[in-house]
C-alpha cells in the first residue's frame, strides 16, 4: 500500500506561471517531507524539505505548503522556466517516495 | 568536485549470477542509501546505512545485501539475481538522516534475463 501518492502523472504550464504539483500521505507520524527534481537519466536532485512542524518552506522560486491536517504536501513553482521541465518526486523520511510527476513548462 | 559514483551504469546478466553494484560519496556523508525504481512506482528503498557497520532495511530489501565496512562505500550485492530485479538502482548519502536532502548518484540500470 502506497504510503505517499503523487495523483497527478503529467502536468502542463506555461513559462512564467505558476506550477503547483501536489502530493498526499498516510500516516501523520511523518517528520520531514521534500522534494527532487529528477531530469532523464540522472539520479534525483533536492530541491526543498520542510518539518513536520512547519508549514511553508521557501527557496528562491520553490515553495512547499505542508496541510498536516488534510495529509497533504505542495510545491509551488513561481515563476515557472522551461529548465524547470522534469519529473518531480515527493519523499517522506527519504524512506518513501511517490510516483512522480513529469513537469513540462511550454515557453 | 562533490558527488555520488555508481558503476557499473549499464549491466545486463543472467539469472542467479552474483553481482556487486558499487557505490561510493566522497562528501564524508553518515548516511548512504540505495533505492529502486520501477515503472508506476517510484523509488523504493531497499537499505539504508546511518554510519561504518550500521545498516538496516528499508521498504524492499528481499533479495539484496550490503555492507558499510568503509564510510565513502556502500555496495549492492544481489546473490543470484531474478529477472523481477531487473530495474534502475539508485545510490545516494546525506550528512542528515531524515530530514536532510540526498545526494544521488547517475543511477545503475540493471537487466536480469
Known amino acids: 500500500d502506497q504510503q505517499v501518492k503523487q495523483n497527478s502523472p503529467s502536468l502542463s504550464v506555461q513559462e512564467g506561471r505558476i506550477s503547483i504539483l501536489n502530493c498526499d500521505y498516510t500516516?501523520?507520524?511523518?517528520?520531514?517531507f521534500l522534494w527532487y527534481k529528477k531530469y532523464p537519466a540522472e539520479g534525483p536532485t533536492f530541491l526543498i524539505s520542510i518539518s513536520s512542524i512547519k508549514d511553508k518552506n521557501e527557496d528562491g522560486r520553490f515553495t512547499v505548503f505542508l496541510n498536516k491536517s488534510a495529509k497533504h504536501l505542495s510545491l509551488h513553482i513561481v515563476p515557472s522556466q522551461p529548465g524547470d521541465s522534469a519529473v518531480y518526486f515527493c519523499?517522506?523520511?527519504?524512506?518513501?517516495f511517490g510516483t512522480g510527476t513529469s513537469l513540462t513548462v511550454i515557453p | 568536485e562533490a558527488q555520488v559514483t555508481q558503476n557499473p551504469r549499464y549491466l545486463i546478466t543472467v539469472t542467479g549470477k552474483k553481482l556487486t553494484v558499487t557505490c561510493s560519496q566522497n562528501?564524508?556523508?553518515?548516511?548512504m542509501s540505495w533505492y529502486r525504481q520501477d515503472p508506476g512506482l517510484g523509488l523504493r528503498q531497499i537499505y539504508y546505512s546511518m554510519n561504518v557497520e550500521v545498516t538496516d532495511k528499508g521498504d524492499v530489501p528481499e533479495g539484496y545485501k550490503v555492507s558499510r565496512k568503509e564510510k565513502r562505500n556502500f555496495p549492492l550485492i544481489l546473490e543470484s539475481p531474478s529477472p523481477n530485479q531487473t530495474s534502475l538502482y539508485f545510490c545516494a548519502s546525506s550528512s542528515q538522516g531524515a530530514g536532510g536532502g540526498y545526494t544521488f548518484g547517475s543511477g545503475t540500470r540493471l537487466t536480469v534475463v
Open positions: 500516516n501523520s507520524m511523518f517528520d520531514y
Open positions: 519523499a517522506v523520511n527519504q524512506f518513501y
Open positions: 562528501m564524508n556523508h553518515e548516511y
